[in-house]
């Protein structure tokens, strides 16, 4: 017991560094593919090389005689097992059967056909050279636009229009808005197939019991309780024979957010030959067998008057799926149309989607999943319209941006903005860049025939995925909160971060909550044995909802520490302040360790009251949040290459109250760098008989170290009032404001060439055929 008072240290709000770090920068974290179980074996997944074929025969006599080989498996021996599974169900969702391996048919390169099992990886590696099968190879399509072009080959044959499902959404007279207009701007808009790279690629490894029929599967993943419930059933287990363990992750950007075939594959595998089996990708499997992300044509139209108030919008959508549907594959797109009129007023639009099966790998969830290609449409036709009107880039935006106090803000297409101040972050941004000098230096640097461009993107994004009604999964998050008998704390989290930080925010959050140090909370994650059912990290929502569970919990635990500590202090009138329950009468003090000690010795109880300190809560938001920002991309470009060097990036974002200053500014310049391996390298290109042509880092280029520019990133935080912390989610961000920057400050450095629109990636070769006219 103590009377002395000392001001509570807080975490919140504060640069606090990173706690994962040590690990992780000392080479003692622990991924996947660092895993060793007694008598484990290594599984080799031999992968389609056509993209279009009927398998004639499989014989893999000759593989299962080569040395250390303990077992081939192929499509025959796995048909009866569940599909993998497409989470979203919208009206007349075709669906083609996706077995974990490929039964009569393959439908695009890598897709899986054999698996061998062998004591080392490289001898199942080489053994897997030794199957033969024998493919008749088929007519295949590669391009979402192609596909749909009369006479295409079908991907499935079942379905010759290659139509996988088609959305219409429209609200108010959008014939009459463009009607009504003194311009409208056109404009086909690619967002690129991209290869979403994860640092740490996709791995398993699966140990089956057959003693007791449990499965445990160690897997690299960002939603681990929902895949042991989807995970089960295809393996005809229960579920509470599952374990799903994850490893620490490097990196997952959307692309672990799934049930993949190899992880029923693994599961399988292991429960046949009684051993522990891991399979961990290599990086060239990596780019074939792990979802794509992004792939839509777009065909926009933008109804305007003479002074740039936006009157329509309209959008042709068409949504490259690939071979087949995924977890969140349809959702993809349709995030995309409820986001497409970005900060503007505009309420009259139409969209329409058209999700189309092509001859390649399944398109799905990648950092902004939807949202980077809305902001990129919008963003582009607000950009072309001033330019079509003579009016500046950022005069327009100002002209349509939603007021600050128009919130909450029901957009044309059924969301709720829930708050925001768009104007502030782009008069920021401006003001930064210091906007009417820097136009002043164009104008000198075009005299000298430099070309130089600045590119504005104002963007908002709907995040905190969500209220469980909007989503194909549940959306609330689930937090344990137990103060140990020493009055350290413990905390079950049903998030799973793949890098994003959490066991420090979410450190923060509970040590501010509860008056402890920053170092006396431990973030538990990604065991469905030790942790409570949670939902997963995806759609930036982690600390928004799992952060909001946190608090929640801690709320419900307070009254019991309350108790106890009057118990203890022998007063009636106590109140629990930096870490300590206080008698308001005489000032006297009990430490949580000392009350913890007393809840779990229970010699003495308050009355109706149970032994323990702990508590779980189950956050269900009423609404997502919805971040906002403006960013500003200044670029010059060689004239005699075409490459484009960065002058200045600076970014304003708002994501509501910040927890963690650092974080949030690593998570926005991860995010830019990503966006910017869009607007300028990244693309999976395939060619016209389905082959990935660029399936390697030789072939693919990522931002590096090099080409990303120092960015300079600044905040403003506009509570969201969604939660009671105030938070919205950062961790697309960046991603979702920085391609369109680009781009438009490209286009911007060209438009006295007369470029009007480039599409992405901007490689030299590309800008440069538009410096001549050719525009490609
Ligand atoms: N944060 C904060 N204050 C806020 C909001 C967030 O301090 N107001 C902190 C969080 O507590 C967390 C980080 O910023 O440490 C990101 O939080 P949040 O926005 O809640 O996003 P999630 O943790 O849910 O992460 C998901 C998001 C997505 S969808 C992708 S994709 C992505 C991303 O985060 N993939 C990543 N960032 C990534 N960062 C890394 N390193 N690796 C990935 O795979």
Not at 18 to 38: Q, S, V, Y
Not at 301 to 330: M, V
Not at 381 to 410: C, H, T, W
Request: charged content about 20%.
């Amino acid at each position: 017991m103590s009377t002395t008072i000392t001001e509570p240290k807080t975490f919140v709000g504060k640069k606090v560094r990173r706690k994962e770090d040590p690990r992780l920068i000392t080479g003692t974290a622990a991924f996947l593919d660092d895993l060793k179980l007694p008598n484990m074996v290594h599984a080799y997944t031999l992968r389609s090389p056509h993209a279009a074929a009927a398998i004639r025969s499989i014989d893999v006599k000759a593989a299962l005689e080569f040395p250390g080989v303990v077992a081939v498996f192929t499509g025959v021996d796995v048909k009866d097992l569940g599909l993998v599974p497409c989470g979203v169900a919208l009206p007349g969702l075709r669906l083609p059967p996706h077995h974990i391996l490929a039964q009569e048919r393959v439908y695009y390169v890598g897709h899986p056909v054999a698996v061998v099992v062998a004591t080392d990886r490289y001898v199942a590696r080489d053994a897997a050279d030794r199957i033969e099968v024998e493919y008749e190879p088929r007519r295949a399509v590669a391009d979402p636009e192609k596909a749909l072009e009369p006479g295409a080959p079908a991907v499935h044959p079942q379905w010759p229009d290659n139509v996988s499902f088609t959305h219409h959404q429209e609200n108010g007279d959008v014939a009459k808005a463009f009607a009504d207009a003194d311009v409208v701007v056109k404009q086909r808009i690619v967002s690129q197939r991209l290869v979403p790279n994860p640092m740490e690629p996709r791995g398993v490894v699966a140990d089956y019991r057959g003693a007791d029929g449990s499965l445990t599967l160690y897997t690299s993943t960002q939603i681990p309780h929902l895949l042991r419930s989807l995970l089960a059933p295809m393996i005809g287990l229960d579920e509470h024979k599952v374990r799903i363990i994850v490893p620490d992750v490097g990196g997952g950007f959307g692309c672990k957010l799934n049930v993949y075939a190899d992880e029923a594959l693994m599961a399988f595998v292991s429960m046949r030959i009684g051993r522990p089996v891991k399979w961990v990708e290599s990086r060239r499997e990596n780019f074939v067998s792990t979802i794509h992300g992004r792939g839509h044509v777009d065909y926009y139209e933008i109804a305007a008057k003479r002074d740039g108030t936006i009157l329509g919008l309209r959008l042709k959508l068409i949504q490259d799926i690939g071979a087949y549907h995924q977890i969140l594959t349809p959702l993809i797109p349709m995030l995309s149309v409820l986001m497409m009129p970005g900060l503007y007023r505009c309420k009259t639009l139409s969209a329409d989607i058209v999700g189309v099966f092509t001859n390649c790998v399944p398109t799905d969830a990648y950092r902004g999943a939807g949202r980077p290609e809305a902001t990129h449409g919008i963003e582009r036709m607000v950009d072309l319209l001033a330019a079509e009107l003579g009016m500046d880039p950022a005069e327009i935006r100002y002209k349509n941006f939603i007021g600050s106090s128009e919130f909450p803000y029901q957009t044309g297409t059924g969301m709720v903005y829930d708050s925001g101040d768009y104007a502030r972050v782009l008069d920021i941004a401006l003001k930064t860049v210091n906007y009417p000098a820097l136009r002043e230096e164009q104008k000198r640097a075009r005299d000298q025939g430099r070309l130089m461009g600045i590119g504005i993107s104002t963007y908002g994004e709907v995040c905190a995925a969500g209220p469980s009604a909007a989503l194909p999964v549940g959306g609330w998050e689930s937090s344990t909160i137990r103060v140990e008998p020493s009055g350290k704390v413990t905390v079950l989290t049903g998030i799973q971060p793949q890098g994003q930080g959490e066991q420090t925010t979410f450190s923060q959050i509970v040590a501010d909550e509860l008056g402890v140090d920053f170092e006396d909370v431990a973030i538990v994650y990604g065991d469905t044995s030790a942790v409570q059912y949670g939902i997963g990290t995806f759609g930036s929502r982690a600390t928004a909802v799992g952060g909001t569970a946190m608090y929640l919990a801690i709320q419900e635990l307070k009254p019991k520490i309350k108790k106890f500590g009057a118990m203890l202090l022998d007063s009636d009138d106590v109140r629990f302040e930096g870490g300590r329950c206080w008698c308001n009468k005489s000032g006297k003090s009990v430490s949580l360790a000392e009350i913890a000690g007393a809840a779990y010795r229970a010699i003495k109880l308050p009355p109706n009251t149970e032994p323990g300190l702990v508590a779980t809560s189950y956050w269900e938001p009423s609404n997502f949040t919805f971040p906002f920002g403006a960013h500003i991309a200044v670029t010059e470009i060689d004239p005699e290459t075409g490459t484009v060097k960065f002058l200045r990036y600076v970014a304003v974002d708002d994501c509501g109250r910040i927890i963690n200053p650092l974080i949030v500014s690593g998570q926005v310049h991860g995010g830019v760098a990503q966006g910017i391996g869009q607007a300028l390298y990244e693309q999976a290109v395939y060619d016209d008989t389905g082959q990935l042509i660029t399936g390697e880092y030789m072939d693919y280029t990522m931002p590096r170290a090099t080409t990303v520019p120092p960015i300079e990133d600044l905040h403003t935080e506009t509570p969201s009032p969604v939660n009671p912390m105030g938070v919205k989610g950062v961790g697309e961000a960046g991603t979702i404001g920085a391609s369109p920057a680009v781009v438009n400050s490209v286009v911007d450095a060209l438009s006295h060439l007369g470029v009007r629109h480039l599409d992405m990636p901007m490689t030299p070769e590309r800008v440069w055929n538009a410096m001549q006219g050719g525009r490609k």
